[in-house]
């Protein structure tokens, strides 16, 4: 079981209740000047993007299956748990924000304007039990659902294919970036919401994987080849002295 | 030279006031945070204090690593002389990037963690444990210098036995971090622009690094020369940097074209943007002049043009790691980035602190001599060592 998000673009009205409720959860501030910010920042962690003919996409944080802000993070400060949410521990945080650079939606915020700043980003309500979530509550046509990511997905597969006409045949969050546990599915493309559409379902901590794992050799063949040239060129020195001396005893 | 108050110069000036706008700046840095001492976004949250101090700070200190594996490991004992000098540019180098990052974290005192994790997948942090592991490697190489200075022969002598490997050692982790660096950019091929994103940065980096080493010593043989009489290179082993930097300037120029030529990126440096005139820029002081120059026989074999050359190339590799950090994230961000007054002045105190360090290092230390080991050498520096009482131990 690992708990995950099916937003149906096609049953959001934008009433913005999700906003309310996140800001409500997570102890943050919400009023209408907050609302009508159309992005994350330290003090909103989703919103509700607006798309052509009053279209609706909600943007939070896709908690990845392999998620590049964990894989960057140097202290753990950013864990993907077994149970679905990409958890953030601000006090092993030492703030470097390679986080904000690496994550592929930009979604983590930072607290710029405080003296001990801290990370910002939706948590999937992981310090819930239970398959629930604030905006999921609050929503009042059901377009945030929460569950199994494995049920969800069969959801999302059974909606588009009974309504081809209704749905593009793409769920965004199946293979972007390897999977993640926020999945999308909607009328209009999802690039016209801002979302990235350039990538593929390579996870990205793959990209640096695949140079760390050199390093084991560049210590051992470094070494190597280092220690053999040292040894070489002093071996000569020492060579070239012994038939120097042996010349002068002839 | 034997004042007893420091006279009032134009530069004394200068420095005394970038150090008093850098406490100010620090001063804001503390109490108010990121956000009122820098220009720094949700959307840009990488500056120049990455961009210039970590990224160009390690690649200036990259002339430790190669004089050090010149001189030792090769044996080209000729360099000998200025194998000091570099070591100790590059422990202070490190020093000041260390002190550098303590600025730029958000919670500073939470950088012990990256010691008590075990996180090899990430970039960070085997970069975090190669600066700690070299810096405490450049400590201890940098150690028999002062241990000369007081005349401790036993700890010397203990040194000098694990000195070989301590310098294989400082090479690896080198290559490993001045590598990893670019590594770190890896993770966003969809926000670095393509003429700086590509699967080679690592080794472009890691090339570059060994060509700045080149440079920055002949830059500071020069200027070392000019500050310190007595102390100049000879015009033979200035050519020879010269020639050295020569074959890693063209190695580099051919990975980086071929690397854009075969990703199809070329066609972006044509475009007519901001990243374009930057990349030309970056090309044509990094690399392409100081190539065509080089070409001239009376400027490979002149020391001073010599000197102009290695600026320029400086110059083009501080831009190409400025380049990767804020030119080329600034598209993707849809924001410009230019540096608040409080960067700026950080970064220049942390210049100006080094500056200073590095010429008190050489007035006290036995930096430009070497006791020790050449008994050739040992009347040079007992002419030159200021007489100081000096505890025998």
Same mark, same amino acid.
């Given at each position: 079981?690992?708990?995950?998000?099916?937003?149906?673009?096609?049953?959001?009205?934008?009433?913005?209740?999700?906003?309310?409720?996140?800001?409500?959860? %997570?102890?943050?501030?919400?009023?209408?000047?907050?609302?009508?910010?159309?992005?994350?920042?330290?003090?909103?962690?989703?919103?509700?993007?607006?798309?052509?003919?009053?279209?609706?996409?909600?943007?939070?944080?896709?908690?990845?299956?392999?998620?590049?802000?964990?894989?960057?993070?140097?202290?753990?400060?950013?864990?993907?748990?077994?149970?679905?949410?990409?958890?953030?521990?601000?006090?092993?945080?030492?703030?470097?924000?390679?986080?904000?650079?690496?994550?592929?939606?930009?979604?983590?915020?930072?607290?710029?304007?405080?003296?001990?700043?801290?990370?910002?980003?939706?948590?999937?309500?992981?310090?819930?039990?239970?398959?629930?979530?604030?905006?999921?509550?609050?929503?009042?046509?059901?377009?945030?659902?929460?569950?199994?990511?494995?049920?969800?997905?069969?959801?999302?597969?059974?909606?588009?294919?009974? %309504?081809?006409?209704?749905?593009?045949?793409?769920?965004?969050?199946?293979?972007?970036?390897?999977?993640?546990?926020?999945?999308?599915?909607?009328?209009?493309?999802?690039?016209?919401?801002?979302?990235?559409?350039?990538?593929?379902?390579?996870?990205?901590?793959?990209?640096?994987?695949?140079?760390?794992?050199?390093?084991?050799?560049?210590?051992?063949?470094?070494?190597?080849?280092?220690?053999?040239?040292?040894?070489?060129?002093?071996?000569?020195?020492?060579?070239?002295?012994?038939?120097?001396?042996?010349?002068?005893?002839? | 030279?034997?004042?007893?108050?420091?006279?009032?110069?134009?530069?004394?000036?200068?420095?005394?006031?970038?150090?008093?706008?850098?406490?100010?700046?620090?001063?804001?840095?503390?109490?108010? *945070?990121?956000?009122?001492?820098?220009?720094?976004?949700?959307?840009?949250?990488?500056?120049?204090?990455?961009?210039?101090?970590?990224?160009?700070?390690?690649?200036?200190?990259? *002339?430790?690593?190669?004089?050090?594996?010149?001189?030792?490991?090769?044996?080209?004992?000729?360099?000998?002389?200025?194998?000091?000098?570099?070591?100790?540019?590059?422990?202070?180098?490190?020093?000041?990037?260390?002190?550098?990052?303590?600025?730029?974290?958000?919670?500073?005192?939470?950088?012990?963690?990256?010691?008590?994790?075990?996180?090899?997948?990430?970039?960070?942090?085997?970069?975090?444990?190669?600066?700690?592991?070299?810096?405490?490697?450049?400590?201890?190489?940098?150690?028999?210098?002062?241990?000369?200075?007081?005349?401790?022969?036993? +700890?010397?002598?203990?040194?000098?036995?694990?000195?070989?490997?301590?310098?294989?050692?400082?090479?690896?982790?080198?290559?490993?971090?001045?590598?990893?660096?670019?590594?770190?950019?890896?993770?966003? +091929?969809?926000?670095?622009?393509?003429?700086?994103? &590509?699967?080679?940065?690592?080794?472009?980096?890691?090339?570059?690094?060994? &060509?700045?080493?080149?440079?920055?010593?002949?830059?500071?043989?020069?200027?070392?020369?000019?500050?310190?009489?007595?102390?100049?290179?000879?015009?033979?082993?200035?050519?020879?940097?010269?020639?050295?930097?020569?074959?890693?300037?063209?190695?580099?120029?051919?990975?980086?074209?071929?690397?854009?030529?075969?990703?199809?990126?070329?066609?972006?440096?044509?475009?007519?943007?901001?990243?374009?005139?930057?990349?030309?820029?970056?090309?044509?002081?990094?690399?392409?002049? +100081?190539?065509?120059?080089?070409?001239?026989?009376?400027?490979?074999?002149?020391?001073?043009?010599?000197?102009?050359?290695?600026?320029?190339?400086?110059?083009?590799?501080?831009?190409?790691?400025?380049?990767?950090?804020?030119?080329?994230?600034? *598209?993707?961000?849809?924001?410009?980035?230019?540096?608040?007054?409080?960067?700026?002045?950080?970064?220049?105190?942390?210049?100006?602190?080094?500056?200073?360090?590095?010429?008190?290092?050489?007035?006290?230390?036995?930096?430009?001599?070497?006791?020790?080991?050449?008994?050739?050498?040992?009347?040079?520096?007992?002419?030159? &060592?200021?007489?100081?009482?000096?505890?025998?131990?």
């Amino acid at each position: 079981m690992s708990k995950a998000i099916l937003f149906d673009a096609t049953e959001c009205i934008g009433c913005l209740e999700c906003e309310g409720a996140c800001a409500q959860q %997570n102890g943050l501030p919400y009023d209408e000047t907050i609302a009508q910010a159309k992005k994350m920042s330290e003090t909103k962690v989703t919103y509700v993007a607006t798309g052509p003919d009053e279209t609706y996409m909600r943007r939070l944080c896709m908690h990845c299956e392999d998620p590049a802000c964990a894989s960057v993070c140097p202290v753990e400060a950013l864990v993907k748990t077994p149970e679905g949410p990409v958890a953030y521990y601000g006090d092993k945080c030492m703030g470097c924000r390679y986080c904000m650079v690496a994550c592929p939606f930009s979604v983590p915020k930072y607290e710029w304007s405080k003296a001990i700043p801290r990370v910002t980003k939706c948590t999937l309500c992981g310090d819930r039990t239970g398959m629930t979530t604030g905006c999921a509550e609050a929503c009042p046509t059901g377009a945030t659902m929460v569950g199994d990511r494995t049920q969800l997905l069969a959801e999302a597969h059974r909606r588009i294919s009974q %309504n081809p006409g209704t749905y593009l045949n793409h769920i965004y969050g199946e293979d972007e970036v390897g999977g993640t546990s926020v999945l999308m599915i909607s009328a209009v493309p999802f690039g016209e919401f801002g979302l990235p559409t350039q990538y593929g379902p390579t996870p990205l901590p793959q990209l640096t994987g695949a140079v760390l794992a050199h390093i084991p050799d560049v210590v051992t063949v470094g070494g190597v080849v280092l220690g053999g040239i040292y040894w070489i060129t002093h071996r000569r020195e020492i060579v070239a002295k012994v038939e120097n001396d042996e010349k002068d005893e002839h | 030279m034997n004042m007893k108050l420091p006279k009032l110069t134009f530069w004394r000036t200068v420095f005394v006031l970038i150090l008093i706008s850098g406490a100010f700046a620090t001063y804001i840095r503390i109490f108010g *945070g990121l956000g009122a001492s820098t220009n720094l976004s949700d959307e840009f949250p990488w500056g120049i204090w990455i961009g210039f101090d970590i990224l160009c700070g390690v690649m200036l200190a990259a *002339g430790g690593f190669t004089l050090m594996a010149t001189v030792h490991i090769f044996n080209v004992k000729e360099y000998k002389p200025i194998a000091r000098p570099a070591l100790l540019t590059a422990f202070l180098g490190y020093l000041l990037v260390i002190g550098a990052l303590m600025f730029d974290l958000g919670q500073p005192w939470n950088v012990f963690r990256v010691m008590v994790t075990f996180q090899p997948r990430s970039v960070m942090w085997e970069v975090g444990w190669c600066v700690m592991l070299y810096t405490t490697v450049l400590f201890l190489e940098f150690l028999p210098i002062v241990f000369e200075k007081l005349r401790y022969e036993k +700890p010397l002598r203990i040194l000098h036995m694990i000195s070989v490997p301590l310098i294989i050692l400082g090479v690896i982790l080198s290559t490993l971090h001045q590598s990893s660096l670019g590594s770190l950019y890896l993770i966003v +091929p969809g926000k670095l622009h393509p003429l700086w994103y &590509t699967p080679m940065l690592p080794v472009l980096f890691w090339i570059s690094a060994i &060509t700045i080493g080149l440079a920055m010593t002949i830059f500071e043989s020069t200027m070392s020369a000019r500050h310190f009489p007595g102390h100049s290179l000879e015009p033979r082993l200035i050519r020879g940097l010269g020639g050295i930097m020569m074959v890693f300037l063209i190695i580099y120029g051919v990975v980086r074209m071929q690397n854009l030529f075969s990703r199809d990126a070329l066609q972006y440096a044509m475009q007519p943007t901001y990243e374009a005139t930057m990349f030309w820029a970056e090309v044509a002081l990094g690399f392409a002049i +100081p190539i065509a120059l080089l070409m001239f026989r009376q400027i490979r074999e002149s020391p001073v043009r010599l000197y102009i050359v290695s600026i320029l190339v400086i110059s083009g590799f501080l831009l190409n790691r400025l380049n990767v950090a804020v030119t080329g994230m600034e *598209g993707s961000a849809g924001v410009r980035y230019i540096p608040k007054w409080s960067e700026v002045s950080i970064t220049l105190s942390i210049v100006a602190v080094g500056i200073f360090l590095f010429t008190m290092a050489v007035k006290y230390l036995p930096i430009f001599t070497h006791g020790h080991e050449m008994p050739a050498e040992e009347k040079s520096q007992d002419k030159l &060592t200021p007489t100081i009482p000096v505890p025998v131990g």
